[in-house]
C-alpha cells in the first residue's frame, strides 16, 4: 500500500506538468510520462525488466485519455479545433492505434526502447530547426489519403505513448492549418488514439498481470490515477496561455530537454 501511494503522489507531480504541456503544445505527455514512469516501474521494482516499456507506454496512453478530453474540451470553447478535416485525421489515427496496442505487446523490450528513443529524437529535431512558412500556401490531400498518413501516424504514437501531437501538429501546419487550430486538433485526435490504443494495451496484457496488484492489462493504476488527478485540471490553464506565452519557445526548450532523455534512454 505504502508503494502504491509514493507512486500515486509522485505521478501527481509528474502530472502537473504533463497536464500543463498539453493544453500549451497539444501534445499528451507521454514524452515525459514513458521515461520518468520507467524510471519509477524500475526504482519500486513494480515489474520485471522485460516488461517495463510497455507498462510505462500503456499507462501513458490511459493518462493521454483524460488528459487530451481535458484539452480537447477548452480548444474547442474557444473554437480552435478545425472540424471540417478533424474527423478523418482521427478516423485515421484510430485505426493505427488500436493495431499498434495490440502489436506492442509482441515486440521485443529493447525494439520498443529503441523506437521510443528513435522517435523521440526525429520529434525533438522537427521541433528544433522547423521552418515557418510565411507566404507559401500548401493544401492538404484528400481526405482518404489524409486518414492514410494519419493512421501511420497514429499507430506510431500508440507504439511509443504519445498522443500523436508532436507529430500531427507538424503535418497540420504543413498544409497551412493555424498552428492553435493544429494544437486543437492534434489534441482531440490524442482522445483516439488514448482510446483505442489502451483498448488493445489492455486487450494485450489482459493476462500478463492481476488486477490485485494495480494493473488492468499492461496499465499500471496507481500511476494512471496519480497522473490524472492533477493533469486533467492543469490542461485548459495550458490551453489558456496559448494566448499568452512564446509557444513557439517553449517547444524549442522542451525539445532541448526531449534530446536530453532520448539519449539517456538509447544509452541505457
Known sequence: ??????????????????????????IGGGLLIVPVLSALLKWFHIVHDDKVMLVAIATSLATILFTSTSSALAHHKNDNIPWHVAPWIMGGVAVGALGSGFMAAFLPADIVRLVFGASVLLIAYRMLFAKVKLDEVIHAPNRWLL??????????????????GALIVPLLTYFSIDMKKAIGCASACGIVIALFGSIGYISSGWHAFELESGFIGFIYLPALFGVVSTSWFIAPIGAKATQHLPVRTIKRVFAALLVIIALRMLMS
Open 1 to 26: 500500500m505504502l508503494t502504491f501511494l509514493t507512486i500515486f503522489a509522485l505521478c501527481a507531480l509528474l502530472g502537473s506538468l504533463v497536464g500543463f504541456l498539453a493544453g500549451l503544445l497539444g
Open 147 to 164: 486518414s492514410t498518413i494519419t493512421a501511420l501516424m497514429g499507430a506510431l504514437s500508440a507504439m511509443i505513448g504519445i498522443g500523436g
